[in-house]
């Protein structure tokens, strides 16, 4: 089964519940899709078995073949092409790879070259696989690394993929192969906020979706009225505790070191696997 977990913005809990469902299973995989800042490897500190760049095709230009006829710089809607005083700039941070530039020069006087953008890394933290993916510095779209991450998914065992935060094209690559959502959303105003953000995004990509409400207090809960209003199945919630906040901060996994959140996690677990089959 292939979990997505979401949330609107950084810091609700996403990587909490990520970490610790992959941990409930007999068998899983976690799959770090926030490239841009990924931290589940701070929880599952795995032993490292590969670490692979990853690339993409960006152009050359043979300026000694280049007749100027501005064909491909026309035809880049990205603006990733120049022509200045006969000189052709490329500028790598807005190039989408498409390959048309090569394609169109008549001197094929354009060749492709690889690029790094970032890396993958994979290893093990004791039951789980981990995969995690690292965009390198000032790095535009870390849409190829997420591809790179789905095409290494197990076939077998639970996956549970830790999306970006809020609702861009990197999040919709990550729940792309999701066989179902999880939505973690804070119990304030500012948290039901986010989480429409996310829930606009699974019902646009029509995915069977729950929420995990974090930090939740006694009282009022605009985020448990958000779910009542579009009757969002809530899978658990999960309430404000200061030993819990602890052991989170530290970098502990809590499904490993207190019986009561690993019953928890495995509960949710198993009702994730209900919800995706109903």
């Given at each position: 089964m292939r979990i997505a977990?979401?949330?609107?913005k950084g810091g609700t809990g996403k990587t909490f519940v990520s970490v610790n469902l992959a941990c409930a299973a007999e068998k899983a995989a976690y799959v770090d899709c926030d490239v841009e800042e990924p931290n589940g490897h701070l929880f599952l500190n795995p032993d490292t078995t590969s670490k692979a760049p990853v690339t993409v095709m960006v152009p050359d230009v043979d300026m000694d073949k280049c007749i100027r006829c501005r064909k491909c710089v026309d035809f880049c809607k990205y603006n990733a092409l120049a022509l200045v005083k006969d000189k052709m700039l490329v500028f790598y941070e807005v190039c989408h790879s498409c390959g048309g530039c090569a394609l169109l020069c008549p001197v094929r006087a354009i060749i492709e070259k690889e690029r790094a953008i970032g890396t993958?890394?994979?290893?093990?933290?004791?039951?789980?696989?981990?995969?995690?993916?690292c965009l390198?510095?000032?790095?535009?779209?870390?849409?190829?690394?997420?591809?790179?991450?789905?095409?290494?998914?197990?076939?077998?065992?639970?996956?549970?993929?830790?999306?970006?935060p809020g609702s861009a094209c990197i999040v919709m690559e990550s729940i792309r192969e999701a066989d179902y959502c999880v939505l973690v959303a804070e119990p304030t105003l500012f948290g039901v906020h986010n989480l429409s953000m996310v829930y606009d995004l699974?019902?646009?990509?029509?995915?069977?979706?729950?929420?995990?409400?974090?930090?939740?207090?006694?009282?009022e809960n605009p985020a448990e009225q958000f779910c009542a209003r579009h009757q969002i199945k809530i899978l658990a919630t999960i309430f404000y505790d200061e030993e819990l906040g602890r052991l989170n901060s530290n970098g502990h996994i809590v499904a490993r070191e207190d019986k009561r959140y690993r019953e928890l996690f495995e509960r949710l677990l198993e009702e994730l696997r209900k919800e995706a089959v109903s």
């Amino acid at each position: 089964m292939r979990i997505a977990v979401l949330s609107g913005k950084g810091g609700t809990g996403k990587t909490f519940v990520s970490v610790n469902l992959a941990c409930a299973a007999e068998k899983a995989a976690y799959v770090d899709c926030d490239v841009e800042e990924p931290n589940g490897h701070l929880f599952l500190n795995p032993d490292t078995t590969s670490k692979a760049p990853v690339t993409v095709m960006v152009p050359d230009v043979d300026m000694d073949k280049c007749i100027r006829c501005r064909k491909c710089v026309d035809f880049c809607k990205y603006n990733a092409l120049a022509l200045v005083k006969d000189k052709m700039l490329v500028f790598y941070e807005v190039c989408h790879s498409c390959g048309g530039c090569a394609l169109l020069c008549p001197v094929r006087a354009i060749i492709e070259k690889e690029r790094a953008i970032g890396t993958i890394e994979e290893g093990n933290s004791g039951n789980v696989r981990v995969l995690t993916g690292c965009l390198n510095t000032g790095e535009v779209s870390g849409v190829p690394i997420i591809k790179g991450l789905m095409n290494k998914l197990p076939k077998d065992g639970d996956i549970v993929i830790d999306c970006p935060p809020g609702s861009a094209c990197i999040v919709m690559e990550s729940i792309r192969e999701a066989d179902y959502c999880v939505l973690v959303a804070e119990p304030t105003l500012f948290g039901v906020h986010n989480l429409s953000m996310v829930y606009d995004l699974v019902s646009l990509f029509d995915k069977p979706f729950g929420v995990v409400l974090n930090k939740c207090l006694p009282g009022e809960n605009p985020a448990e009225q958000f779910c009542a209003r579009h009757q969002i199945k809530i899978l658990a919630t999960i309430f404000y505790d200061e030993e819990l906040g602890r052991l989170n901060s530290n970098g502990h996994i809590v499904a490993r070191e207190d019986k009561r959140y690993r019953e928890l996690f495995e509960r949710l677990l198993e009702e994730l696997r209900k919800e995706a089959v109903s």
